[in-house]
């Protein structure tokens, strides 16, 4: 089985920077595209930002220029960092892998449990 484990959430104030970490572990074979998501209260999840295993990266609109994305595909890992943070920015940040297992052929989609982003005014 796969788990994704976060890390790096917390309170920061606005205009502050934190940086997420999501590590992948199992029998994993390879890992496609990962990514961030996150989740307001009351709102929709949406999408933050992604990263191919060839390092093509895509971000949304309002995290253009302040959010970065990485991984180091030697540890399963993916990363997020987050600079001058706004207090809009305030949700539970899931990580996302597609990964393929050695008894796979195929690869499906594996999210972590999620990790707390509060940003104060």
């Known amino acids: 089985q796969v788990q994704l484990v976060e890390s790096g959430g917390g309170l920061v104030q606005a205009g502050g920077s934190l940086r997420l970490s999501c590590a992948a572990s199992?029998?994993?074979?390879?890992?496609?595209?990962m990514g961030w998501y996150r989740q307001a209260p009351g709102e929709k999840r949406e999408l933050v930002a992604t990263i191919t295993n060839s390092g093509s990266t895509n971000y949304v609109d309002s995290g253009k220029g302040r959010f970065v994305i990485s991984r180091d595909n030697a540890k399963n890992t993916v990363y997020l960092q987050m600079n001058s943070l706004k207090t809009e920015d305030r949700a539970v940040y899931y990580c996302?892998?597609?990964?393929?297992?050695?008894?796979?052929?195929?690869?499906?989609?594996?999210w972590g449990q999620g990790t707390q982003v509060t940003v104060s005014s």
């Open positions: 996302t892998a597609e990964v393929k297992l050695y008894s796979s052929s195929y690869y499906v989609r594996k």
């Open positions: 199992g029998t994993i074979f390879s890992i496609n595209a």
